[in-house]
């Protein structure tokens, strides 16, 4: 479409969404009571992380819940400056990849550090959380 056939808008447009947890309505429930589980495959034994009704490994939908486990190791992270318009109302905050004693990599906000602390091999703990809203959530801890 070239410019001649459309009109500018100057108006900021907003969603507002809900999102569709029917398969893994098990893992919410768990992690807003301080609880962090996974899905494993029953036909191949895959671990994934977040869970998944569908195996990505095998594409079976036979699946079970099971204990994710707390202690990770960092393997990278970044310090995000510049948020997100869903974030505005944060300060700068890090992220990073933690790898999981027992399984899967995750990826979820590391508190209780600066980037000057952080380094790739640090130990971490997975903590659920749930946010003033209701809303629950996981991040990592330096230990």
Not at 21 to 47: D, P, Q, Y
Not at 105 to 134: F, I, K
Request: neutral net charge.
């Amino acid at each position: 479409m070239s410019n001649e056939d459309s009109l500018p808008s100057r108006r900021t447009l907003s969603l507002r969404f809900n999102i569709a947890i029917s398969k893994t309505k098990e893992f919410w429930a768990a992690l807003r009571e301080g609880k962090l589980i996974t899905t494993k495959c029953t036909s191949c034994g895959k671990v994934t992380f977040p869970p998944q009704a569908d195996c990505p490994n095998c594409m079976s939908s036979g699946h079970e819940w099971i204990d994710l486990g707390t202690d990770a190791v960092l393997v990278t992270f970044t310090n995000v400056q510049i948020t997100p318009t869903s974030f505005v109302n944060h300060d700068p905050y890090i992220v990073g990849i933690g790898r999981l004693a027992d399984g899967p990599n995750v990826l979820a906000w590391v508190e209780g550090a600066t980037v000057e602390q952080l380094r790739p091999g640090d130990r971490l703990r997975l903590e659920a959380r749930v946010s003033p809203e209701g809303n629950p959530y996981y991040v990592f801890v330096k230990n």
